[in-house]
């Protein structure tokens, strides 16, 4: 067998991963770590061999690739190289079989695509990876050399131009010229123009031959390439529907299953019992054991702390501080003393009651998959959705519900140590995300101005204000202020991809979130929003990376990790896990939990370097006090599956109040149809207001295109600044309530909260509002 030495691979390859490999009777399989890049399929013992150690290598464009049963596979080269491979799991079978048939037809077509252009152009050899970017970066540089042709060739016709007419003003002069002393000057002028216009001549034939030459070389390879794309799109369609088709028939069986298959277990067990008995003399001295579905080990470990740090004692405990040597319970009795989260006895004022029910959601059959197979690998906000998939709320009003537990906020306000309040933050971050564990439907996209206000002053004591401030990239600003003493602000812009089997949503920006008291200053990044089984199967949601939630003002830091759910995990589903650590890095407490049920902290008393991991990494080893909840997420109200799952909060939020601005969400009329069941109407009526939006936006362009040619109308663009309809350019559209401004900390423009909607209000003063409804 071959055991040649290939190039190392990089950080582009094509896939990568952990397969079983048969080597000889006595060993059976063994765990090996392959590498697929550039046509090669590469192996080692372990991802460290990578950069010194190859143990062999097949060249795909030559091999033939079997499938055996539901998890084996074999490839082969005609004889010299054959590897019996094994996956973990039919699914990432299935994976390496794709991956590996589309790299044997690109290795092939290239090959192919050599040996035909040799003559005609030099080949561009394919980067690490696809060679996609290759490609790519040929087609730019043939595009660019076309266009500087064109140029020339535009250059040529302008001389031409130019001297021919002055070559015709020539001749018509010496034509009316008498015979004279004035005659040989005139002669010579003409002829020189003359040459001029020979050699203008001259430069455009050969300009228009060099462009007919190089479109007539890579005509046949542009054609080739659409090929290619073509076929690939239909081998992408074919696998897509054959991965459905496998993950509906996975679903089933593992639903029907009571314990896992012995595979998974113990992979010996599924040994060969027949075929080629040819090992590789490298592994016959191996003696890797077997693991099950690979997971991210922890990156801590917490025990509980020693008996030393639960006596009461004012002094310090093995050098450390007395604010971290205090025991559970003294910090619990001096939060509660210091912070009393009771409040005081006030008057009695009647608290408006509000809705707990909204109309049954309709039973609408819909064919996804006829809707969402031209949409792949298009943004999500740019699709056009019926209303059969969104729920009765706006993107806007979900932003607010952010604040379903602002009580967490409120306590944070109280407390007097900067470290205590970040993990009452950290706290708030992971419930935003509580009330999407079942809320599948999409939010209706905001119009451009759309505002939501939720005045919550009289019974929670805040009120919050969004708006939708850009469409195209499509964002919203949110401002929420509170009597406890705290500032919340944010503006998220939404990037969104359907994947074919799942839609993953990344929010853009950071929220930002102020302490009147302390000063502190706190922001943070939302995490990646995967919603699974687009197609087959039930919808379910995750949320899965990892973020920090940062104090400006004092350095602390809480960094947050939210691990994405697998079925073979032996971790707690939707688990996240964080440490609050000072400014010099050191560790304080401790949280961990789910984002869809409760989270819990701790505070640490002792920390040290433990044990090395499943992949070498030292994990720190923290010594804590007994956790204690800091967060639980509120029940949700009684038949909530029929009413979009919605939580206590979401139910009131679409409810009709008077004095709201004429802009707001809840005098949405799609909107409010598909609340009230009427979902016919609401897709109408969801047509009417995109296409009333698309004219506004193409009148805000003409506008701006008069006023940029009209210097007349430049001058009066005053009167322009007092409309929200101002510019014209969607880009420079003015909100009516944010501005944008330099955020000093991040250096970003961020759109913030100017004031004035709340004494619009009062006053009942909406004129300056556009008509978007």
Known sequence: MSESKPPTPTPGDTYKGWLFKWTNYIKGYQRRWFVLSNGLLSYYRTQAEMGHTCRGTINLATANIAVEDSCNFVISNGGAQTYHLKASSEVERQRWITALELAKAKAVRMQAESDDSGDDCPAVPPTSGQ?????????????????????????????????????????????????????????RQVTERATLFRITSNAMINACRDFLSLAQNHSKRWQKALQVERDQRIRLEETL????????????????????????????????????????????????????????????????????????????????????????????????????????????EPVRQRRTHIPDKPNYYLNLWSIMKNCIGKELSKIPMPVNFNEP?????????????????????KCQSSLEQMCYVAAFTVSSYSTTVHRTGKPFNPLLGETFELDRLSDCGYRSLCEQVSHHPPAAAHHAMSEKGWTLRQEITLASKFRGKYISIMPLGSVQCFFDKSNNHYSWKKVTTTIHNIIVGKLWIDQSGETDVVNHKTGDRCHLKFTPYSYFSRDVPRKVTGVVTDKDGKAHYVLSGTWDEKMEFSRVMQSSKGENGTEGKQRTVYQTLKAKEIWKKNPLPEGAENMYFFSSLALTLNEAEEGVAPTDSRRRPDQRLMEDGRWDEANAEKQRLEEKQRIVRREREREAVKAASSPEEAVSEDSINDSPLKSAHPDNYQPMWFEKLDDPVSGESLHVYKGGYWEAKEQGSWDVCPDIF
């Open 131 to 187: 060679g996609g970017g290759g490609r790519n970066s040929e087609i730019q540089s043939t595009l660019r050399t076309l266009s500087s042709k064109v140029e020339d060739l535009n250059t040529c016709n302008d001389l031409i131009v130019k001297h021919g007419s002055a070559l015709q003003r020539s001749l018509s002069e010496l034509e009316g010229l008498c015979v004279g002393g004035d005659m040989g000057e005139k002669m």
């Open 241 to 348: 529907e054959q991965l459905a088709k496998q993950h509906n028939h996975l679903e089933r069986a593992f639903r029907g299953a009571t314990v896992l298959p012995p595979s998974f277990s113990n992979p010996n067990l599924g040994s060969k019992g027949g075929g080629s008995g040819k090992g590789d003399a490298s592994d016959e001295d191996d003696d890797n054991e077997f693991f099950d579905a690979m997971e991210d080990p922890a990156e801590f470990i917490t025990v509980p702390a020693e008996t030393k740090y639960h006596r009461r004692s004012g002094s310090n405990v093995s050098g450390i501080s007395s604010e971290t040597g205090m025991d559970d319970q003294s910090f619990d009795e001096l939060s509660l003393a210091s912070n009393p989260e009771s409040p005081q006895p006030l008057e009695l």
């Open 393 to 413: 709320l706006s993107m806007l009003q979900r932003l607010s519900e952010d604040l379903e537990y602002y009580e967490l906020l409120d306590k944070a306000a």
